[in-house]
T-cell receptor
Framework: GAVVSQHPSWVICKSGTSVKIECRSL??????MFWYRQFPKQSLMLMAT?????????EQGVEKDKFLINHASLTLSTLTVTSAHPEDSSFYIC???????????FGPGTRLTVT | RKEVEQDPGPFNVPEGATVAFNCTYS??????FFWYRQDCRKEPKLLMS???SGNEDGRFTAQLNRASQYISLLIRDSKLSDSATYLC???????????FGTGTRLAVRP
């Protein structure tokens, strides 16, 4: 159990365009979803935490107007990278939790390349 | 002091070797700790949880030293399939998120 999917698994887009990434919990209801970003040879950095039906909480240094997060249901959260630039190229990973923060189930990640 | 600190490695060991990684953390109030494994270009997967002094699961042993604020992961009889990056994870000081270490890379050679 506890399966989290992400779509797309990889995407290439042009600079200035927007990209939407979906994160779904397939077999449980995720009260909280987390969005991480990982640059090559670096660790996962938490970008934001979202709870179903409320606004996301962004980490310091993450632009909320650039990284739009919507957690409209208990099984779906979306991250939209607006006006993407090459420096936004990264591995974006979501995770979901239905109970404690410590029990997070990770999606397979989305590799974004902005040209 | 960083919230979570790990030696990045890489650790290059032969098959069958025993290897240990250490991780130090800054929040003395942390009660639970985790080791995740991450393969190249994949998501992290939970390997072990540590809630008290330690935990053992087959070839893997995690130990906690609260006085010195470090956690260790010991892998015995290394397999080629153990090659990965091992992430030390500690709950944040506010308890509402996880903080990941930069990871320690392990390469097991034949």
């Amino acid at each position: 159990g506890a399966v989290v999917s992400q779509h797309p698994s990889w995407v290439i887009c042009k600079s200035g365009t927007s990209v939407k990434i979906e994160c779904r919990s397939l077999d449980f209801q995720a009260t909280t979803m987390f969005w991480y970003r990982q640059f090559p040879k670096q660790s996962l950095m938490l970008m934001a935490t979202s709870n179903e039906g409320s606004k996301a909480t962004y980490e310091q240094g993450v632009e909320k107007d650039k990284f739009l997060i919507n957690h409209a249901s208990l099984t779906l959260s979306t991250l939209t990278v607006t006006s993407a630039h090459p420096e936004d190229s990264s591995f974006y990973i979501c995770s979901a939790s239905d109970r404690r923060v410590y029990e997070q189930y990770f999606g397979p990640g989305t590799r974004l390349t902005v040209t | 002091r960083k919230e979570v600190e790990q030696d990045p490695g890489p650790f290059n060991v032969p098959e069958g070797a025993t290897v240990a990684f250490n991780c130090t953390y800054s929040n003395s109030a942390s009660q639970s700790f985790f080791w995740y494994r991450q393969d190249c270009r994949k998501e992290p997967k939970l390997l072990m949880s540590v809630y008290s002094s330690g935990n053992e699961d087959g070839r893997f042993t995690a130990q906690l030293n609260r006085a010195s604020q470090y956690i260790s992961l010991l892998i015995r009889d290394s397999k080629l399939s153990d090659s990965a990056t091992y992430l030390c994870v500690v709950p944040g000081s506010s308890g509402d998120k996880l903080t990941f270490g930069t990871g320690t890379r392990l390469a097991v050679r034949p």
